[in-house]
């Protein structure tokens, strides 16, 4: 897994390097300081030889000198390397974040990607960015430190035997039941994140019921639920220290029990007792440090394996059959299609779905709600895939084609319009972003949409806010028709997206795309009779199948269900 | 996407840092029993170095086996307490430090729920939720390790120093120069990074705001091919992101090393001044050599003071935008008057309901109305659902106008309803009936009473609302319909569900009631989430019912069928309607046609009809098609 999160490292793989040398060299220059200082009291001060002092306090200062170059840039080096990861892993995420489909959005739930891309992305930047320091240098110390000890007195040195496998044991402890405890933190977070953004959408809501305060309530709960299991992880974290301070304790007075005994028998010197007992600290310490890097490891690896989670999601969308052809004329066939979300669901959504589209025709669909009209469309630009059965369009299957070129061909205008931050002309942007100021003018003509962007002070320019909260439910319709007539797309599908407008309008945008975009096949889902009566074709779905297909005429006719739908709307004058 | 830049407010670290202490004083007891910790962990770590050589002199060299045992012992002990000590303030230390964490997510939170709709509508979710998450995380990183760090390393320093005066006063100023200007380092080094780890955290918003609105709106990213463009802007946010977080990191861990390297520089110093004074005979061998085994002690506290600084430093940038938020005004509500349950006596006399809650009258019948408005002197006024408009002025934006002066009425029990083209207004007038905006010129009566001398809480909870866009929780089908009354029975959610219509299609899903919903009802279709909302409403019973396009997204014949049960809603009580399909308000008492934010036409639907105006246009501008 470590491998895997540092294979994203990338261009800033040579910094980590750097910093790692940069680190060595640095502890090394330390290691020689007090070597050097030594000579100045036995030799310099010894001697009465001041030259000899300054010559080596001026070594000393070089050393300490190069020391802070080699610091400054293991800083530099390691910021930069732990940094880069970070970002290289936030791009990596979100890349494959707009591959998903939506069940894979839903397996993971937003606001756990969203936690996914930030909050774990940085403990794993933060834990390389100050881990590398004492990464590197806990190494050196060590090794240099168990070699003097070694060559001081090597049997005393033997208490190491001892020490460091406890040591060991209580780490490997740590680490194994903290592992889980992180884990179960980081779901804790998701929970409490949930709330906050349920929140945040429906701030509306929340605020007509009042229910300021049960909100509150159900936040406490997950609130206190985080409280308690982050205070499990760290307190178990923590416990390393204490463990530590344990083990070197033990040690020294172990130390100076044997070392003791061995100067009584003459075997040992009182400096060297000294002088050892000096690096079995600097020893502990270098294991304070590792054993440190480990426990933040193991935090960064339950961060690290939810971010690889979502680098491992199956995208259930894929390209694999595509061929490079597009979309050329905007025919569509259904062939005994069938749907479900979920595979292990009972029940299709859409069962036998048999329908032919001509290109340039304009079909209608009413059915009823819950009937699956949106459903339907939504298959065919391949947001999601039909489960049996066949889709064509121009007479082949639609995974024939790269998404890329079936969504280019296929506007669809959705029943919820979802808006951007950012101004008016930005959003019209996203259908075409080279489109000029008079293919912009044109398309909002289409959609109606002119009429009130003429009014708005800043015109085009408007700031939308997020989810357009400034232009009402219809002025979204409306630009979200415009900017899908942008596209200048084969097949327009427009599902249900003139609610919000009124109906003089909306017979309005019917006959200018009806004029201006002849050629273009129309699927209209609609609840207003209205707004289909005048197409080549309408469909009757109810509950997933299809119950009727033919001209208003034929159907008012024959169809049962169009005919309650057309009685229900003529009395309310709602034709 | 310039809307992130826009955000600046003057920084104020010590105001964010007191405010912090503010937050840790609550558990002061803690706190205090975590530093008497640490004093005692520390000291025997420190008294531990300083009796190895006691220890050597006094029973190793002299062979001294049972003193040497006994000193062992007590050294033992003592080691001992240190090192429960540090188990101890360890786990205090995090129990405190989640507590203020918790303490602050609480407390963000129930701010956050008083804050106005307009600050909301200024912010990205992502932005918002990037204070609770990232900007909190620093917080508590800091407080599980610095606040223990900086006690421990301050006690020693000074310990140290005090040692090295003590032992030799002269040689000491070369150690206190040299503290002096690590001080000054680390304050100027702080500065500068500071500044970047306040950008760190603001692009970490950006970041945050821009991830989630695109996985939110990723339908229309996949239609429109936006990926790549979208991939764009992502990339640069991230690369400011990089580019700040990197300067952060680089300036503040350059801090370590500089750090040691100043110490040194200050050992080779003091070991050569040391070594000439030796010389000179002003110092002898021994005290030379442990004078400078302290000086490189002295170091010590500092670097592990200086290993904490990228951990306080993110957190102060942290607290800052916390606490700038929980700064952020609340809504306006200065209203003194509240809503209570009243019995009716024969006579017409009202009393308050002692208990605020009557089991056998529960559900609400508006001829006896059981809910009174209490002013401040606890007079009590009928609540009957009047509602006024007068000379009503409003704007989102200060300077522009989105209703110009609105006068309106509706008496109890009427059923008003509002049409006009879409962008006329119409929303705005009912947000404006709750206060969730609030009105620049003119007034709002309901029952006689300014809306703004209501209490905010019981003015919206007299009225139901279904808006425009439905959201529903995360929980059970049940648990969201249950929101309108949460101590509804499961009787009367079901009795909702049916009201509305819904009752049919919840029992179709595989489970029921109980049947989960996820982000928002992704698997719900969009009618079927209007009828949950309808039912929401439904099981509330609230005096005055508002309807903001609650069915637009449900079929005509759906519509019809829960005709019947809108009616038993709406029966009785003063509703307002929002629909621009006609049927749905031509049985209303008074429709009001807006155009432009003013009233244009009112009337009942036949008036209106006579009037040959805007509203006749409306109307059979689909007769035009036939």
Redesign the interface.
Known sequence: MLRRIFSYSGKYKKYLVFAALCITA?SLF?LL?PLI?AD??DI???N?D?AY??Q??GW??V???A??L???G???F???A???L??NL??AE??K??Q?S?AN??HF???S???R???DV?NI??SI??GM?PACRGPVMLIAATAVAFSINAKLALVFMVALPTLAVCLWLIIKNVRPLYGRMQEA?DL???I?????????????????E???GK??EV??N??TQ??RA??LA??N??AM??VM??T??SI??F??GM??IGTMQ?GE??GF?SYVLQILNSLMMISNIFLMLTRSLASGKRIIEIMDEEIDIKEDRAENISVSRGEIEFSHVYFK?RKD??EYVLSDINLHISAGQTVGI?????S?K?TLVQLI?R?YDVTKGELLIDGRPVEQYP??HL??S???V???N?L???TLR?NLL??N?DATQEEIEEACRIAGADE?IGRL?KGYDT?M???G???????K??LCIA?AIL?KPKVMILD?ST???????E?RIRTMLQEKLPRMTKIIIA??I?SV??ADMIVVLDDGRIKGCGTHEELLESNR?YQ??YE??K????? | MARYTGYKRPKNTLKALRQLFHYMGYHRWLLLVVAVLVLISTGASVAGTYLLKPVINDFILPGDVKGLILALIGMGIMYLCGALSTFGYNRLMVKTSQKVVGDIRRDLFAHVQTLPLKYFDAHTHGELMSRFTNDVDTIQEALNNSFTMVIQSSLTLTGTVVMLLVLNVRMALIVIVFLLIMFWFIKWNGKRSKAYFDRQQEYLAAINGFTEEMVAGQKVEKIFNHEEEDMKVFRKKNEDLRAASTKALAYSSMMIPSIVSLSYGCYAVSACAGGLLAIAGLMDLGSLAAYLVYVRQSAMPLNQFTQQVNFILSALAGAERIFDMMEEPSEIDEGTVTLVRVHENEEGTLTEAEDGRDEETDVMHPGKTEYAWKDAQGNLTLLRGDVRFENVVFGYVPGRKVLSGISLYAKPGQKIAFVGSTGAGKTTIINLINRFYEIQGGRILYDGIDVRDIRKDDLRRSLGMVIQDTHLFTGTIADNIRYGKLDAADEEVIRAAELANADSFIRRLPDGYDTMLYSDGSNLSQGQRQLLAIARAAVAQPPVLILDEATSSIDTRTERLIEKGMDAIMDGRTVFVIAHRLSTVRNSKAIMVLEHGSIIERGSHEELLEQKGRYYQLYTGMYELE
């Open positions: 640095e330390e300081i200082m100045i009291v310099g001060v010894a009465g001041k002092i300054f080596q306090g000393m200062l050393c300490a000198a020391a802070l080699l610091g400054v293991s800083a530099q390691s910021a930069i732990g940094q880069g970070g970002a936030r791009e979100y890349a974040l707009q998903f939506f959005v839903d739930q937003l606001s990607l969203v936690t891309m930030t909050s940085t930047q933060n960015s100050s320091r977070i409490v994140n949930r906050i953004q349920e929140n945040l959408t429906a701030v509306r809501v929340v605020k007509a019921y009042v229910r300021g049960y909100e509150i936040f406490n609130n206190a985080l409280q982050s205070e760290f307190r923590m416990t220290m204490a301070q344990f304790y033990g020294i007075i100076l029990w070392g003791g100067i009584r009182v007792l000294t007992l979300y669901a009972k009413v059915g009823q709600t819950g699956a949106t630009p947001l998404l890329r969504r280019d296929i506007a669809m959705l029943q919820k979802t951007f931050s950012g930005e996203w259908g972003k009130f002070e700031e806010g997020q989810g909260v400034n232009v009402s439910g219809g002025q319709q409306r900017r596209k249900d609610s919000a407008v009124d109906i003089a309008t017979a609840q207003r209205s009566r005048h269900i309650e739908i229900s709307q009395e309310g004058a709602d034709l």
